[in-house]
């Protein structure tokens, strides 16, 4: 484990630490890179997958620390997401629309479109940086780990 990580990981409550841990090892797992840099409110990690894509970022915020994820395959197990606990289905609505889905003119040409998924039977259209932008806890690791799980398997 490089110093940079357990840097990452030390400046984190102990609480936190298991669960990103346990996170960062299945990243690595899935033959992702990790790039870690230390930004003004705390550490950044990418998790850099085989194609040179971001799959995931750890991202620091007074709150505790919160795991950005990019899913290029959601819509092979969309309905994963009705099984998460209510906590992280809240944090999933209340992310931003994605406003170049809506209208494609209505955003940077550059930033890339967001995501279209149904959640307990309601369509949602959230950008791709705000979407899944989920909180890591005891509660939420599990899962976190599951939806990465599904990723992996979408791809294979």
Do not use: W
Not at 107 to 119: A, D, H, K, S
């Amino acid at each position: 484990m490089s110093a940079e990580f357990e840097n990452f990981k030390q400046s984190l409550k102990p609480d936190e630490q298991t669960c990103v841990q346990a996170l960062h090892e299945a990243f690595l797992k899935q033959g992702c890179q990790a790039e870690i840099k230390e930004a003004k409110s705390g550490y950044t990690v990418s998790y850099i997958n085989s194609g040179r894509k971001t799959a995931a970022n750890f991202v620091c915020r007074k709150t505790g620390v919160k795991l950005r994820l990019y899913p290029e395959s959601l819509d092979q197990y969309e309905s994963f997401l009705n099984t998460l606990p209510e906590k992280m289905k809240k944090e999933i609505r209340k992310a931003s629309v994605c406003k170049r889905l809506i209208d494609p003119t209505d955003c940077n040409p550059r930033c890339q479109m967001g995501y279209t998924f149904t959640l307990d039977g309601e369509q949602f259209q959230k950008c791709r940086y705000m979407a899944f932008f989920l909180s890591v806890n005891e509660l939420s690791t599990p899962y976190l780990l599951e939806f990465l799980d599904h990723e992996c398997q979408a791809h294979q």
